[in-house]
Structure formats: structure tokens, C-alpha cells
């Protein structure tokens, strides 16, 4: 079997380079990579993907075009590709999160935003940039009919480009994000929209976490390139080619799951977590600190739901794990003081001596926030929009007394939300409603929901999601 080549922005691997110039390995993260990651190992797989760091570029510079073919891990091979710095700030910032990430995920402030001018034009050229270096390593290194699995949208016009090259090769791409409607996503100039959107469509299987997304991309290639699109064999058809396009809603091996989460530091972070918040009830929400989780509303809602419900003031705790995200954008810094700030009016407002009624970490601990899980009685997950979210997943996998109460805006609405207490994200009363519903849920209500979120959460997990969209690709 011919190797699998996987291209993502952020590799499996990362490098920290001390002063004295050594190089020290570990493991990269992103909730994309821990998934893949399982994957990779079980699969004939060469990652490509950027050098992130003065380390990353310092292995790269190290290693013959780039390769890093060492046993220092066990994702299988990796090619890092050393991109200027610059071009690479402004295809990912500028590009990528600051201006993609916003249409996909209706994150704009439109009075004020988006600002299309000669700036981002030089921005988008370096987004092209990004993407033909990535197209050029995937030529160099597949082998005759190879099959390539692009991933996300910082990764675009990387099918398009590699297609010219390389036309004897099987190209996916998959987006993680959702996918916004036409009226949204022709925010984007004109000429970026349609070179967006073919971009994808050089591609032989373009595969969602979501049918709303998918439907919603397709959607878009009808309305704004003219494209042929026939809606029940999910198929686009856009100068001379077609495009088959897949639903594959990535799930979670709760069998690693639960035997990380078993773990002695995990069992560490329960007792310390259980000496705090002593017998009380737990609303746990662990996420980063990105636009689109909605804590700040989030946290209203329970604001809200201790106005209205003082019987519970004493007996019930939120547990708040919002980890720092994209802090290198003004917007994302200004979003994480504005969750701090809104923590401690709670804290102000409800907190006595013998009741904290919220604990806010916003450093990341990875094993707090799986003992925070097994501890869970309600898990809140309101993004305003997500393609899928793992946490409503992971919860309930860990807590079988979990209640999840769910924005009907995630990609995990589609499977879950029918065992789920669903909520308008935008609805703080309604939201916080339902966490007062999620407390008092039944103990056998609990279980029966519980049951069926836990068998939707692991229906596709990680090597399964994969193969899958390697047999559309084959199809």
C-alpha cells in the first residue's frame, strides 16, 4: 500500500531549542492532532506540516529537505517545511484566524468588520504563498497515484495547486470548521470566495464533520461559482470535474480516553478538586478561550440561574476551565480579560466564606480537566458555532451521571442532541434555564441519556474517521 500523506498546519511533533542550541521533542497539540495522532500510528503516514517555532526551524534546518525520519516518536515520518516567518504570520493570523475562521464560524462585528484593502490583498498573497509550499512538498514526496489528505482551512488552495502538479493523485480535504451560508461567506471578496471554494474542489472527496456544513458549502459553490450541484449524491461538478463531498462526524476512542483519565495525576487533580468543592453539584465547561466557545455568555447563564434560583446557592459549583487561545490576536486577549472580569462579578456577587460558587483556571492541565469530567453532573457547551466539539463528547464518556447541555449551533448537535438539553447560544435566560433542568434531570433519566450520548460519542472514532474518508477516497 502506497504511504498516506497528510498535510496540516501543525504537525504531531514540536521542538523546544535551549540556549545551549540542543533540541528537546515532545508531542504537538490542538485537539486536530491529539485525533490524528492515534491515527498515524496504525497508518503508513508521511506528515507534512509547518515548522511553528525557533526549534521546529532549527530540526528542519538540521535534517536533510526537511525529513524528520527519527524514533524520537511514533506518529511515522514527518516533513516540517521552514516557511519565512513573516509569510507564515500573515497566512495564519491574518488569514487563516483572522479572517476565515471569522466568516466560518459569523464571528464578525459587521458594522466594523471584515476591512477588505490593499493590506489584506498582500495578506491573501502570502495565504497563496503558505499553500503552494505545501503543494510543492506533497508533489515532491507522493509517490505515483498516492492518496493526500489535506487538512482544515488554513489548507484551502493547497488541493487546487497540488492537482496542477500532481494530476495521478487521490486528494482529500477535510474541513474541521463549520461551513458558512452563501449570504455570509460572500462577505469575502468576490475573486478570494471563488479561488476559496475551487481551491477545495480540486479535490476528489471534500469531506465535513456536519451535513449542515457540508450542505452549506455546497450551498455556496452553487450560489456563488455557478457550480452543478446534486444535493442527494452529495456531488459538485465545477469545470469539468466532480466533486464528491463526505460527512464523516469524528468521534472519540473512549476506550484511550478512559485509560488516560484512570491515570494517578488524573486521580491526583479528583481529590484535590473533591476537597474544594466538597459534595456539592458540579457544572463543569472546559474549552479555550476562542471567540466562538461563548464562555462570557456561558458564564452569564449561570449568573442567571444563581439570581433565580437561590435554593441551590451552597450546593452547586462551576467548574470554568478556559485556556488561553490565539494570544497573539488583540481580539482573543481582550475575550480572555472579559471572562476573568465576569468571573469575578460572580465571585463579588454570590461568593461567601464557606461557598465558592465558581473556580476560573485559565491555564491549561490537561489531567484537571479529565478529573473535572469524571466529576461532572452537567456539562455546558454553548458555542455560538463549532464544527464538531469533543468535549460534549469526552464528558459524557467519562461521567455516566453527566447531563450535557448543548448549543444547537455545534456539528455534536446532529448526533447528540436528542440526549442532550438543547440551547440557543445567544439565550442567556434560556441557557440558563436549562442548567437548572440539567441539575434536577432524574437519576434514571440520567442514565438512559447517558447511555445513548456515550454510544453517539464513540460511533467514529479517530482510525475509523480516518478510513473511512480513505475509502471515499478510493470510491
Not at 433 to 459: M, N, S
Request: aromatic share 8%; with cysteine; proline share 5%.
Amino acid at each position: 500500500m502506497n504511504t498516506v500523506l497528510l498535510a496540516s498546519n501543525r504537525g504531531p511533533v514540536s521542538f523546544i531549542l535551549a540556549d545551549d542550541g540542543t533540541l528537546t521533542l515532545r508531542r504537538g497539540g490542538g485537539g486536530m492532532v491529539s485525533g490524528l495522532q492515534e491515527v498515524a500510528k496504525a497508518s503508513d503516514v508521511l506528515w507534512v506540516c509547518a515548522a511553528l517555532s525557533d526549534g521546529d526551524r532549527g530540526a528542519v534546518r538540521r535534517a536533510p529537505s526537511g525529513r524528520l525520519d527519527h524514533a524520537g516518536y511514533d506518529t511515522g515520518a514527518v516533513r516540517m517545511l521552514d516557511i519565512p516567518p513573516a509569510t507564515f504570520h500573515r497566512a495564519y493570523n491574518a488569514v487563516a484566524n483572522s479572517t476565515l475562521w471569522f466568516v466560518n464560524h459569523l464571528l464578525y462585528d459587521i458594522p466594523n468588520s471584515p476591512h477588505f484593502d490593499m493590506r489584506f490583498r498582500r495578506e491573501w498573497d502570502s495565504y497563496r504563498d503558505y499553500n503552494a509550499a505545501f503543494a510543492l512538498a506533497l508533489a515532491e514526496e507522493a509517490a505515483h497515484g498516492a492518496r493526500v489528505m489535506i487538512q482544515d482551512y488554513h489548507l484551502t488552495l493547497a488541493p487546487a495547486m497540488l492537482r496542477v502538479e500532481r494530476p495521478d493523485l487521490r486528494i482529500g480535504h477535510f474541513s474541521h470548521t463549520p461551513w458558512a451560508p452563501p449570504e455570509y461567506f460572500s462577505l469575502l471578496p468576490d475573486d478570494i470566495a471563488a479561488e476559496l471554494l475551487s481551491g477545495i474542489l480540486a479535490a476528489d472527496h471534500a469531506g465535513f464533520l456536519a451535513g449542515r456544513w457540508a450542505a452549506s458549502f455546497m450551498d455556496c459553490c452553487e450560489a456563488l461559482l455557478g457550480a452543478q450541484v446534486d444535493r442527494a449524491a452529495r456531488t459538485v461538478t465545477y469545470e469539468g470535474r466532480t466533486t464528491h463531498i463526505g460527512v464523516h462526524a469524528l468521534g472519540v476512542d473512549g476506550d484511550a480516553l478512559w485509560a488516560r483519565a484512570l491515570e494517578p495525576d488524573v486521580e491526583s487533580h479528583m481529590h484535590a478538586l473533591r476537597e474544594r468543592v466538597g459534595d456539592r453539584k458540579l457544572i463543569v465547561r472546559i474549552d479555550r478561550t476562542e471567540l466562538s466557545k461563548n464562555i462570557v455568555r456561558g458564564l452569564y447563564a449561570y449568573r442567571q440561574f444563581l439570581t433565580d434560583h437561590p435554593e441551590w446557592h451552597g450546593k452547586v459549583v462551576h467548574l470554568a476551565f478556559a485556556y488561553p487561545s490565539r494570544h497573539d490576536l488583540p481580539e482573543y486577549r481582550e475575550y480572555t480579560a472579559a471572562v476573568q472580569r465576569c468571573a469575578t462579578e460572580i465571585e463579588d456577587e454570590f461568593g461567601s466564606e464557606d461557598w465558592d460558587p465558581l473556580i476560573l483556571n485559565v491555564d491549561d492541565d490537561y489531567a484537571r480537566s479529565l478529573a473535572a469530567y469524571r466529576m461532572a453532573d452537567v456539562l455546558l457547551v454553548n458555542p455560538i458555532r463549532d464544527g464538531m466539539n469533543l468535549v460534549a463528547k469526552e464528558g459524557p464518556i467519562l461521567s455516566p451521571r453527566c447531563a450535557l447541555v448543548l448549543s444547537r449551533e455545534a456539528g455534536a448537535a446532529a448526533e447528540l442532541g436528542a440526549d442532550s438539553l438543547l440551547v440557543n447560544p445567544y439565550d442567556v435566560s434560556g441557557t440558563a434555564h436549562a442548567l437548572h433542568e440539567a441539575l434536577e434531570l432524574p437519576v434514571e433519566e440520567r442514565a438512559k441519556r447517558g447511555a445513548r450520548l456515550r454510544a453517539a460519542a464513540t460511533a467514529l472514532p479517530p482510525s475509523r474517521w480516518f478510513a473511512d474518508q480513505l475509502a471515499a477516497l478510493e470510491r
